[in-house]
């Protein structure tokens, strides 16, 4: 059983894996057509309302810092939220937390 067990676990590492991708692939598509002008627009945002320090955990090689939806909100606009969460089909609140989740992984790609 312990093959088995190995081969269970790596193959659902591999969706799992996938799936993060997944959803990165499409909240990167989601910025670059919004008015913000994509992720690098999203953390010049970021920059600009006092989290430069987050955003360089992110993609200064380090270990990377969580942002939460309250920060998030503190920096982009209502309507940016709003763009977001329409383009996600999401609700507001969801969308950031979406957002809040995988962005720092998504900058950090970038990097």
Do not use: F
Not at 42 to 51: D, I, S, Y
Not at 64 to 81: F, N, R
């Amino acid at each position: 059983m312990g093959l088995l067990d190995d081969v269970m676990g790596a193959a659902k590492g591999a969706l799992l894996q996938g799936a993060e991708g997944g959803a990165q692939g499409i909240l990167g598509n989601v910025l670059q057509n919004s008015s913000l002008g994509g992720l690098s627009g999203v953390l010049t945002q970021l920059n600009g309302a006092g989290l430069g320090n987050l955003v360089s955990s992110w993609t200064g090689g380090g270990q990377g810092q969580p942002i939460s939806v309250d920060q998030l909100k503190s920096a982009l606009t209502p309507e940016h939220v709003q763009e977001i969460a329409h383009a996600l089909n999401l609700p507001p609140d969801s969308a950031l937390a979406h957002l809040a989740e995988h962005l720092p992984m998504l900058a950090g790609n970038q990097a």
